[in-house]
């Protein structure tokens, strides 16, 4: 199996490397200080979850600066380049009930006077890449935020998630992108430590390889794979089609899917079956969205089959690796599991009223989720909201401000021993990004 892949993966690559339909961007290179970029991202962030059912909150705040410098390339026929990512960060207030992988615990068992576990003052992260590119193909190792449907970094939180390792990503043939890659370490948000140390995320190896093509200006497809030594195999495939209707309105047709098969040794916490070695999981989702002016409504239905959950960010596999609709606080994942969601977005600044304020709602309920030994008809529903504003002009331009909640509510057989359990949760980013050059 592992020769077919790679086979396939060396055909796909030389085909493009030897398919050159369009210019060179190495060609066009100014040259590694000229293209160099640098940015640093200030946020102040605040996460809270109200429990239920006699659950202990969790509340964060937090303030980081996330910095991002890189060379352009080198100028010839093979240009290299440089560059480096990382945060630092500390927390506001005590943090007493710090959690939501949002600041790093002391793993000591240290706990304050109160009987909360320590959190960290202040930390810092980050590493270095280096680069080289031939034609339209970029080969990048080194430490590296991912946006791959089978393996995507976690953003969700104060700082990303970081993967360390090699990725290639080729533009040879026109509309045509071919990545493959394979990942040694992984760092999730909270975690200060990688993989290489003892309290790292467990991630032996893990290869992706995948291509997305865009047919016309409508239509585009995907597909990515993924197999994690001693976790999982796990394939994605998405058709994204968008139909143009008059006065500028459109409606859009989304269906995705996942396939996984779980190791043995590889971690789940929604499951059916005791036999470790047969656990599978299949799960798709079909929406449309129709969008006119400042106003965008989408219908979705997602579906789950298997003797596991979707399962996933439990074997260092991307903490944000759901590419579906159905996916804020709850990613309605659970065994079995049916849902459906209308969701309504709406986008004031088209309405003349305030450009820069974007509003979105959304409602989603799933039903008939497994859970071992109780039952086969367990519920959950989430009332999504979210307000975010971004400046449009002037000396704060691209700073933002961002609110956003769920309310979150489960049948008791799927409280928070099968999953997250009721909740209340508020989040609040503050974004202000500095460009250096």
């Not at 059912?53 to 600066?65: C, E, F, I, M, P």
């Not at 390889?209 to 197999?227: H, V």
């Amino acid at each position: 199996m592992q020769n077919t892949k790679k086979l396939a993966l060396a055909v796909l690559v030389q085909t493009a490397l030897i398919s050159t339909a369009f210019a060179s961007e190495q060609s066009e290179s100014k040259g590694f200080v000229e293209d160099a970029e640098g940015s640093v991202l200030f946020r102040t962030g605040y996460l809270s979850r109200d429990k239920k059912n006699g659950v202990a909150d969790t509340s964060s705040a937090a303030q980081t600066a996330m910095v991002k410098i890189e060379s352009g390339y080198t100028q010839g026929i093979v240009g290299f380049g440089l560059g480096v990512v990382g945060d630092g960060s500390f927390k506001l207030g005590e943090n007493n009930h710090a959690g939501n992988q949002m600041i790093p615990l002391h793993n000591n068992g240290a706990k304050d006077s109160n009987g909360h576990v320590d959190a960290y003052d202040h930390w810092a992260r980050g590493g270095g890449i280096v680069k080289a590119r031939i034609s339209n193909t970029e080969v990048r190792y080194g430490t590296q935020v991912l946006d791959l449907p089978v393996l995507a970094s976690n953003t969700g939180r104060m700082v990303p998630e970081y993967f360390t390792g090699t990725l290639l990503t080729s533009h040879e043939i026109k509309n045509l992108e071919i990545v493959a890659g394979k990942f040694t370490k992984n760092q999730m948000s909270d975690q200060i430590k990688t993989d290489a140390d003892v309290n790292g995320n467990g991630l032996d190896r893990a290869i992706v390889w995948g291509a997305k093509y865009k047919f016309d200006d409508n239509l585009n497809a995907s597909y990515y794979g993924l197999d994690s030594k001693n976790a999982l195999e796990r394939h994605y495939v998405n058709v994204n089609f968008k139909q143009p209707l008059a006065n500028d309105s459109s409606l859009t047709y989304d269906l995705s899917a996942y396939h996984t098969k779980f190791d043995e040794a590889a971690n789940t916490y929604s499951q059916t079956t005791d036999n470790l070695s047969d656990r599978k999981n299949d799960i798709w989702a079909l929406s449309t969205a129709y969008n006119t002016g400042a106003h965008n409504i989408m219908v979705a239905y997602q579906q789950n089959s298997g003797n596991v959950g979707y399962d996933y960010g439990q074997n260092a596999d991307g903490f944000q690796s759901i590419y579906l609709p159905n996916s804020y606080l709850s990613d309605f994942i659970g065994n079995d599991e049916k849902s459906a969601q209308i969701q309504y977005s709406l986008d004031f600044g088209k309405l003349g009223i305030l450009p820069g304020l974007n509003w979105t709602t959304a409602f989603v309920y799933g039903w008939d989720i497994k859970v071992k030994d109780m039952t086969n008809d367990a519920q959950e529903h989430e009332f999504f909201n979210q307000v975010k504003y971004t400046v449009q002009s002037g000396f704060a331009k691209d700073a933002s401000l961002r609110l956003r909640h769920s309310y979150y509510r489960a049948s008791d057989e799927y409280q928070t021993n099968a999953y997250i359990g009721d909740t209340n949760e508020w989040r609040v980013w503050l974004d202000i990004p500095v460009k250096f050059f």
